[in-house]
């Protein structure tokens, strides 16, 4: 989108916010629901432990008492007459809280946070999935998230089809254990194929952040792929003077 980087700018951690210990590392984690993410999330996470770095795991919606009582009311299937901008300011009035509560405070202890879906997540569903573009939710991000970008995005592309089939069974039977998050599923394929083309979009926009792990591979493959990449990005960001600005 002409103009979108401009919305994006660095935000800057002054000594005093850190405490003279180095600034943590965001992490976030995108794609369709059914995608394998929320595996990958807690098995990066044992493995970063193990390797003796402090882990934070976070979602959006959720994460907070106000996020999860936000949570309920958008996913829930019963939430009708929900207008595409009240969605979008439930959305990010959740980021923020989940902002100042969990992800700054553990950032600036120098903590790895893994966050399961961020910004990406609402230009894709709501920018794309529901027709309001990407502008109109990058001005909210700058706005009312200070502009704190993820370090990395891992973006877990499977394939269309399978995604949304797994989605929609694996929903299907939270909802038969009587957990009802079910209102997002209940949209049709070609809500989930504007969703699908938006994260690509990104992705094409934002190459430098964002990596991309496509296809239908084993749960194995794709964590030995995501460690790699991780790594790879940790050992980046504490070489000197790659610490001062995100």
Not at 46 to 73: K, S
Not at 181 to 193: G, H, I, S, T, V
Not at 208 to 214: P, S
């Amino acid at each position: 989108m002409p103009g979108a980087a401009w919305f994006r700018m660095p935000v800057v951690y002054t000594p005093a916010m850190t405490q003279g210990r180095p600034r943590g590392f965001f992490l976030t984690f995108e794609g369709l629901d059914g995608s394998g993410k929320s595996t990958q999330i807690r098995r990066l996470a044992a493995a970063l432990e193990t390797r003796g770095h402090a882990v934070t795991v976070t979602r959006q919606p959720g994460g907070t008492r106000v996020g999860d009582r936000i949570r309920a009311l958008l996913l829930d299937s019963r939430t009708e007459g929900l207008d595409p901008m009240t969605e979008l300011g439930l959305m990010f009035s959740d980021r923020a809280q989940g902002i100042a509560e969990v992800i700054r405070p553990a950032l600036e202890a120098g903590r790895i946070v893994l966050c399961d879906r961020y910004t990406d997540s609402t230009e894709a569903y709501q920018g794309g999935g529901r027709g309001l573009g990407s502008e109109i939710v990058l001005r909210m991000h700058e706005n009312l998230c200070g502009g704190l970008d993820p370090d990395l995005t891992i973006l877990l592309l499977a394939g269309f089809e399978r995604s949304l089939t797994r989605a929609r069974r694996r929903n299907g039977r939270a909802a038969s254990a009587g957990q009802d998050e079910n209102r997002f599923e209940a949209e049709d394929a070609a809500f989930y194929r504007r969703v699908y083309d938006k994260y690509r979009e990104i992705a094409a926009r934002e190459p430098d952040r964002v990596e991309v792990i496509e296809g239908d591979k084993s749960i194995a493959f794709i964590h030995q792929e995501i460690v790699k990449l991780v790594e790879a990005r940790l050992a980046r960001s504490r070489e000197p003077g790659q610490g001062a600005e995100r």
